[in-house]
């Protein structure tokens, strides 16, 4: 799997979702720094949008339709290369 910090432009990072109401947080933990990068729902989708882009070559909507209709069941990160990075950040959008 690649490194998630690589996402965020960081290294060594971790990913953990604060519930705060409607708003989503991300806690990025790399090395002995942490950081909390507060993402509103535009930030949160093109943050998803750049990522699917990159590590499975398609826009985050196409990403969504296909994970909806289960495109991506039953397969590995051998099988398809970035799935679990997205399923990682799947909370980004849902």
């Known amino acids: 799997?690649?490194?998630?910090?690589?996402?965020?432009?960081?290294?060594?990072?971790?990913?953990?979702?604060?519930?705060?109401g409607s708003d989503m947080s991300?806690?990025?933990a790399c090395g002995n720094q942490s950081e909390v990068v507060e993402l509103?729902?535009?930030a949160a989708n093109e943050m998803f949008d750049d990522i699917a882009r990159k590590r499975m070559?398609?826009?985050?909507?196409?990403?969504?339709?296909?994970?909806?209709?289960g495109d991506f069941n039953d397969v590995t990160e051998e099988?398809?290369?970035?799935?679990?990075?997205m399923e990682i950040v799947l909370p980004l959008v849902r």
């Open 79 to 85: 099988d398809i290369p970035g799935i679990v990075d």
């Open 57 to 69: 070559g398609m826009s985050g909507e196409e990403f969504l339709r296909r994970y909806d209709a």
């Open 40 to 42: 509103d729902a535009r």
């Open 26 to 28: 991300w806690r990025a």
């Open 1 to 20: 799997m690649s490194d998630p910090c690589a996402m965020v432009k960081k290294s060594e990072v971790r990913l953990g979702k604060l519930n705060e």
